[in-house]
């Protein structure tokens, strides 16, 4: 016995400790055991950093990294070719050497590429996008809005004295999928941000982050002359006001020489903006453009705004901002949520894409699970952005950006799952042609399964399948058919289809979207009701106008439909809504045992995490689809179908369901358990 103690100690002293998978690696877990001969140009921080990745994880031929301005390639563009034995790497910039080393590295964790039988490969990589932006909602105490995976990254108090390694792994991981750029700050701004003392701390990040190609930018607060400057007014067209940015601009850049530029969320959920001073919107961005440009600088400016031009929500967006088109400087983009309401699990994309073609326009997508089941659920949303993708041309937006789910867990998402939606998103912002699919595929092999080990196949094919599915799952338990905004009153996280707040904004009550009433549900936007179907191109105006054409998938969001209207499946709407409720639930039910499936392949630690999680989501399903349905019914009065699931909760009981959580938590399984 003490034999084979000795033995098993040996053998691990030998074998070394088994690495403990928590998940802070992320995608880049390849061994850093590898040899190959690296050539370089010259020395540099960013080539340094090439070199660094390819020799600790290339295994393949030898590779010379090549300086060089091509035709073919922009300025982050790569051209990798495979001549007599050896890769030579080609790119106008640094940057674009070191995305080809993770290019490189990628493709041998695929299996794909680098392999000395393969000859004569060449691949030119060009990204659509010259930016790829995450947008932090991180506050200055270090909460983040509608973050879900611990605190924020960025530690104020210590910066820039003390710096975490985690800057470093941060740029590091987003670099590797092409994110070249950073909002540090939530979108609801503090003034402070842009103080001489916050701005030196700003520096300390853009200086860890230069290296990996990423730039800074900051959200700001218009008001920040009167808060910060002690002005009296932040009109746009003051001149003190114009001065005040203007000189602002010179310390930032005099701090940050390459500070990309401003995020700016106006005259939208209680912001300040131009239109507190009787100015547009294109007037607010332009006067800030006006004091960036000397710098190449640019604003972002959100089309997020919904001020009652029309008493229909997704109408508003649009009507204040298509008349401005054409208005703003050219260093303005207009940045548009991809749906016209606010992130739902499932929207129509925004019509505003395509309505101001004098104006470039870029699309922010959700990474963070707001509105889908935050941390605690699993779904993947690359399938979400492409299909946003089928509706409005990559090649009509100008940039891409993403609502940040990174924060100081150990794994950084929250849920394991949560860091493909991260990593989606800066494949997707590369290169928008790519599938959802091939996306999970690449995430799946480089983070859970060994794409070498052909007995990973059958089940990661198991695990893909469940990636791919679980979107569309929680868009089943949660609002499916075009159904949006049922959830609580004080989070995003539950079910409160009847919640009435007395006194709160109608457009903040989910009654307002789903009107339930004896004839029927949904919200009418077609010709007979708000008639938000004429912001579309004629040939979908029509689509969705007509219930008889409208795609189930939109019915309730531009129908007011009867219970027993007749679906695309032959069901009515009543057992078609219960049906989708329902599969909503069983595909959870099968994620479980897919997941199982993987117990004797990954690691405990992340094969346990992703399995306590699931239960969640199970659970979550039922209290969804039994708080929707049950409370439905009181207007349909009709029975579910046979083959429905019964509900295991009384209305009554649900209605008193109260989390105890703000905006910026995810409820644990202890205060999910006792809610009932
Ligand atoms: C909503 C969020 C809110 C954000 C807002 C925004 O609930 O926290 O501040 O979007 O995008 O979805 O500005």
Known sequence: MKKLLSLFLLLSCLLGPVSAEDGSRLWLRQST????????????????????????AWKGLPVTLVLKKDKQLSSEGFRIRQVNGKLTVTSPSETGLL????????????????????????????????LRILNHWDNLDRSIER???????????????????????????????????????????SSKILSAEYLEKVKALADIFRPYGIKVYLSINF??????????????????????????????YRTIPDFGGFLVKANSEGQPGPCDFNRTHAEGANMLADALKPYKGIVMWRAFVYSPTDADRAKQAYLEFQPLDGQFRDNVIVQ?????????????????????????????????????????????????????????????????????NIGTDTNWCGHPFAQANWYAFGRMAWNPSLTSGTIAEEWLKQTFFDASNPKHAPIAYEIHNMMMESREAVVDYMMPLGLHHLFAWGHHYGPEPWCDVPGARP?????????????????????????????????????????????????????????????????????ELCYRYDHGVQ???????????????????????????????ARDA???????????????????????????????????????????????????????
């Open 33 to 56: 055991d590898a040899h190959a001969q690296i050539t370089t140009p010259r020395q540099s921080p960013t080539l340094n950093i090439a070199v660094r990745e390819l020799k600790q």
């Open 99 to 130: 995305y080809a080393a993770y290019h490189l590295i990628r493709l041998q964790e695929m299996q794909n590429f680098g392999k000395p039988s393969e000859t004569d490969q060449e691949i030119t990589e060009n990204p659509a996008y010259d």
């Open 147 to 189: 973050g879900y995976a611990g605190k924020s990254l960025w530690n104020w108090e210590e910066l820039p004295g003390t710096l975490s390694d985690r800057y470093e792994a941060y740029a590091r991981a987003n670099a590797s999928i092409g994110i070249n750029a950073t909002v540090l700050n939530n979108v609801n701004a």
């Open 223 to 252: 008001a920040s002359p009167m808060q910060l400057g002690g002005l009296s007014t932040a009109d746009p067209l003051d001149k003190d006001v114009i001065a005040w940015w203007k000189q602002k601009a010179k310390e930032i």
């Open 336 to 404: 548009i949520k991809n749906g016209p309401v606010d992130f739902q699990p499932r929207e129509p994309y925004s019509p505003l894409f395509g309505a101001m073609p004098r104006t470039p326009q870029m699309v922010e997508f959700q990474i963070t699970q707001e509105y889908l089941g935050f941390s605690n659920h699993l779904a993947y949303l690359a399938p979400m952005w492409e299909e946003f993708f089928d509706f409005v041309k990559p090649s009509s937006l100008k940039a891409i950006a993403g609502v940040a």
């Open 507 to 575: 457009d903040w009550m989910p009654s307002y979207y789903h009107k339930a009433d004896k004839q029927g549900i949904g919200f009418d936007r077609s010709h007979t009701g708000s008639n938000a179907t004429a912001q579309y191109p004629d040939s979908l105006c029509r689509l969705y106008d007509d219930i008889r054409t409208c795609p189930d998938e939109y019915l309730l969001w531009f129908h007011h439909a009867p219970w027993q209207h007749t679906m695309q499946s032959g069901r009515t709407l009543w057992d």
């Open 587 to 617: 595909q959870v039910r099968s994620f479980q045992k897919k997941w199982d499936l993987a117990e004797n392949y990954i690691d405990a630690e992340r094969f346990k995490d992703v399995q306590s999680r699931l239960k969640i989501q």
């Open 622 to 676: 039922v209290w969804w689809k039994d708080a929707c349905l049950l409370y439905f019914q009181e207007f349909s009065g009709m029975r579910a179908p046979y083959e429905v699931e019964r509900p295991i909760h009384e209305l009554d009981d649900l209605k008193q369901v109260k989390l105890p959580i703000d905006n910026h938590e995810c409820p644990t399984p202890k205060m999910l358990n006792e809610r009932r």
